[in-house]
């Protein structure tokens, strides 16, 4: 974990190529090809370029791992405080290729990112997520495990909703609120407008604005997406309509 407070929330985003999040889909120039991971780590090559002043594989080492450890911190804080038992999500695990990786014999396609709780992980495309960290910044990373840990607390709390989009959006107001608590008590720092780059980001993940609320697989309009994100962020989980 980091010992000083670190910048999390800057965005520069273009538009190109269309990246899915397992929570929606987020314009993005083309990338070089990224660096190889082996398996259950995170990558060990060094991809050149960058924005955001993110472009080696060391500080997506660094920026992952403290997104990992600050969800973790945080959850084992709220479940703590709730007198429930924490268990942390058992493996963060990157792939290289469509298939390697299955969720309940399902296999995890290219260019995304999931908690899946056969197995209790949060699995993503590892080329994928290291250029997105290179074109968008370390905001993505901790979005990216916000988003996917608030899954495995949904799963752990035996949550469900009838549409998908629920999930996802009550998924996108716990992010924020892991990430607004972790800024307001001092483990993550957000610099002068980065919070206005962040709504940059959530427009660009927003579902296709002809696409229907009720679909499977629907996580909610730019409006919505932004909405939730933020009631959390300001408002914590209180904000969220998490079950007692």
């Known amino acids: 974990m980091p010992a000083r407070p670190r910048t999390v929330l800057s965005l520069a985003l273009a538009a190109a190529a269309a990246l899915t999040l397992g929570c929606g889909s987020l314009p993005l120039p083309d990338p070089d090809p990224a660096p190889a991971p082996t398996r259950d780590t995170r990558p060990s090559a060094e991809p050149s370029g960058g924005v955001d002043g993110t472009m080696t594989v060391e500080e997506f080492q660094d920026d992952a791992g403290s997104a990992i450890d600050t969800a973790a911190e945080y959850w084992a804080a709220v479940f703590a405080d709730s007198g429930l038992e924490f268990r942390p999500v058992s493996r963060?695990?990157?792939?290289?290729?469509?298939?390697?990786?299955?969720?309940?014999?399902?296999?995890?396609?290219?260019?995304?990112?999931?908690?899946?709780?056969?197995?209790?992980?949060?699995?993503?495309?590892?080329?994928?997520?290291?250029?997105?960290?290179?074109?968008?910044?370390?905001?993505?990373?901790?979005?990216?495990?916000?988003?996917?840990?608030?899954?495995?607390?949904?799963?752990?709390?035996?949550v469900t909703h009838r549409y998908t989009i629920d999930h996802e959006?009550?998924?996108?107001?716990?992010?924020?609120?892991?990430?607004?608590?972790?800024?307001?008590?001092?483990?993550?720092?957000?610099?002068?407008?980065?919070?206005?780059?962040?709504?940059?980001?959530?427009?660009?993940?927003?579902?296709?604005?002809?696409?229907?609320?009720?679909?499977?697989?629907?996580?909610?309009t730019a409006q919505q997406r932004s909405q939730a994100f933020f009631n959390g962020y300001e408002d914590s989980l209180t904000a969220c309509d998490l079950t007692d």
């Open 169 to 220: 959006l009550q998924a996108d107001c716990m992010a924020g609120a892991y990430l607004g608590d972790v800024v307001r008590a001092g483990r993550l720092r957000v610099d002068d407008g980065d919070l206005d780059e962040l709504r940059t980001g959530l427009v660009a993940v927003a579902d296709d604005p002809d696409q229907p609320w009720f679909a499977p697989g629907s996580h909610g």
């Open 92 to 158: 963060i695990v990157p792939y290289l290729r469509e298939g390697e990786v299955s969720c309940g014999g399902e296999p995890m396609p290219a260019n995304n990112a999931a908690y899946c709780p056969d197995g209790d992980l949060i699995a993503y495309d590892a080329d994928w997520a290291v250029a997105a960290f290179r074109q968008v910044g370390d905001a993505f990373l901790y979005y990216l495990i916000g988003h996917e840990y608030a899954h495995a607390i949904q799963d752990r709390l035996n």
